[in-house]
């Protein structure tokens, strides 16, 4: 018996994401009186052994260099024959591209119920039970698995990474690996910024910019923060900005710990995409404008005056000159 | 080309999220009902190029729901599609409707399944790669673009902070979203013949249910805004930093 949980890697390195999945991973198997175990597919930078102190005991890495790059159909099957040796009774992944892509198929070639955006950990004083946001956020559910295996994905930002001691056994697993059907031809990246999906800190602006010209006190607050930077669907629409920084319904959804919203009105379809976030500002000079129903902390005002301001006062409280 | 698109009802985007019977049930009552937007904008409208590009492609759409999602499968079918098909069950969970789906491909011989990027209501983002297991087809999830040339697809995928070019030969199914394609409005002429277009009831293959929801919930309502004024901006940032914690 164990729980089994998948590292994410990208370029080698692993993310964030799997981070926070390693530390629910090692809650579950608390509650489930089990051990906590992981997976790695492909060719590894990290020092492996150090993510024991999120909770995990051993590491089954498969280093082939075929699985360098992520081919869900041929993860689906590897991680099979790993959950298989380990006897998992719960495989957990991070609700990202990456899980999402891979867990359903692993759902099916295990007969393993699967809950998509796990926000909390299993409840199992009644059978197997897992809280998971429905309705864009709206609303959740509780859904039981029925199934003797379980896969969950959880939703970035709903279990903190914690750090404690601890070294992982790092084990090699040598699986069958199959070709892929599907060739990736090519890969394009915004380099050096902070990843929208990753952030703690989210810096977001809307139409209430006027133009993408004047983008820059948006950029000077989002770098004093150290934070991402998004935007609304109109501004995306317009090409103000890249389409990689919409946020809401139909762009990604995210759950920073600070979302700063500037001159969004908060349509429900905005609020849909950035709703869990844990903490939200929203500046608007128009005191109607539907966001600060959602806000935690707001100011009625002109953006061109309030984003400078704040700038200047987060360096002078960190002491960046 | 034969192309299979998954159609689904969903709650609009706007509706009032309630639940009744002791939360285990959505409140219907006073629910606009739509196409889900993923399945309607992006994978239903990209068949529809993809025919207009080639007059011999097939479209069927497939639904797996009881008669009261007629409505939306006729309007799916008055913005394109040949015929559709509903598999006359209750959804379950995604597995259970996934096994109805690809039981629908395995008759059809599709060379394309399409399906949106998620529902709006369940926001599983399972159903494209579950149906992908089941057929033992190659999955290409939150495509933005696709192009075919004879049977090569060459696909764009958002992937974490970019995109990634994807080459994969049919059949595939594909999960669409943004960039896919334009939205449009059903025209007079497609409402009319969406009449006439077959509708055909199939009856579910036996298929397990892995999972079930237990019961529903609404989030705890925020405090309400603290709002500070404009002119103390450093108030905000101490807020922030001493009460939030947030930096």
């Known amino acids: ?321 | 080309m034969k192309i299979l698109v998954c159609i689904s009802k969903t709650p609009d985007t706007t509706a009032k999220i309630a639940f009744t019977d002791n939360n285990t049930k959505f409140d219907v009552n006073g629910v606009q009902w739509i196409i889900n937007p993923y399945d309607e904008w992006y994978a239903l409208v990209k068949a529809i190029e993809l025919k207009e590009a080639d007059p011999t492609a097939v479209i069927h759409l497939v639904t797996v729901a009881p008669a009261d999602a007629e409505p939306i499968i006729r309007k799916a079918l008055a913005l394109g599609g040949d015929e559709a098909i509903r598999v006359n069950t209750d959804s379950h969970d995604s597995y259970y409707i996934a096994s109805q789906i690809a039981e629908v491909a395995r008759q059809g011989g599709y060379d394309l399944v399409l399906t949106g990027k998620e529902t709006i209501d369940y926001n599983g983002s399972s159903i494209g790669g579950m149906v992908a297991e089941l057929l033992d087809l190659p999955y290409i999830s939150l495509a933005t673009k696709f192009e075919l040339a004879g049977t090569k697809a060459t696909i764009t995928r958002e992937i974490e902070g970019g995109e990634e070019v994807n080459e994969v030969e049919l059949p595939l199914v594909l999960s669409a979203t943004k960039g896919m394609a334009e939205a449009r409005i059903p025209n007079m002429r497609g409402i009319m013949a969406a009449r006439t277009r077959p509708l055909k009831v199939q009856e579910p293959v036996a298929a397990e249910v892995l999972t079930s929801v237990s019961d529903f919930g609404l989030p705890a309502a925020k405090a309400g805004v603290k709002l500070v004024d404009a002119e103390h901006v450093e108030e905000l940032v101490r807020l922030l930093h001493e009460e939030a914690k947030a930096f």
């Not at chain 1, 990208?10 to 051990?35: D, F, I, M, N, P």
């Not at chain 1, 859904?143 to 404690?164: D, E, H, K």
């Not at chain 1, 905005?270 to 539907?290: F, M, Q, T, W, Y």
Request: aromatic letters at 6%; a positive charge.
């Open chain 1, 1 to 321: 018996m164990s729980v089994l949980i998948f590292i994410d890697t990208a370029e080698g390195h692993v993310k964030k994401a799997s981070l926070e999945a390693l530390t629910y991973g090692a809650k579950a198997a608390g509650l489930l009186g089990t051990t906590a175990e992981a997976v790695v597919l492909g060719t590894v930078q990290d020092d492996l052994a150090a993510l024991g102190k999120y909770g995990v005991k051993k590491i089954h890495h498969v280093n082939n260099e075929s699985l360098n790059h992520q081919d869900a159909q041929v993860f689906a099957n590897v991680i099979a024959q790993v959950a298989g040796a380990t006897g998992a009774s719960l495989v957990v992944f991070s609700n990202n591209l990456s899980g999402k892509a891979i867990a359903p198929r692993l759902s099916v070639r295990m007969k393993a119920g699967l809950v998509s955006g796990a926000v909390a950990l299993p409840d199992t004083s009644n059978g197997f039970m897992v809280k998971k946001n429905v309705f864009s956020g709206k609303a959740f559910a509780n859904v039981s698995v029925n199934t003797a295996i379980r896969i969950i994905t959880l939703n970035t930002n709903a279990c903190q990474a914690l750090a404690g001691d601890g070294t992982a056994e790092v084990v090699p697993f040598t699986a069958a690996v199959e070709a892929g059907k599907v060739k990736v031809t090519g890969v394009s990246k915004a380099s050096g910024e902070i990843l929208l999906t990753e952030a703690e800190i989210v810096v977001s602006a809307g139409r209430g910019m006027k133009g993408p010209e004047n983008w820059g006190i948006v950029e000077e607050l989002a770098k004093s923060l150290h934070a991402a930077t998004a935007c609304s669907r109109p501004v995306a629409d317009a090409h103000w900005r890249p389409h990689n920084e919409h946020v809401g319904q139909t762009g990604f959804a995210i759950a920073p710990n600070l979302y700063i919203a500037i001159g969004i009105s908060g349509a429900i379809q905005h609020l849909a995409g950035v709703n869990r976030s844990k903490v939200i500002v929203v500046i608007n000079k128009d005191p109607e404008a539907p966001f600060f129903k959602a806000a935690d902390y707001g100011i009625v005002g002109d953006a061109f005056d309030i984003v400078p301001k704040m700038t200047a006062a987060i360096k002078k409280l960190k002491g960046i000159a």
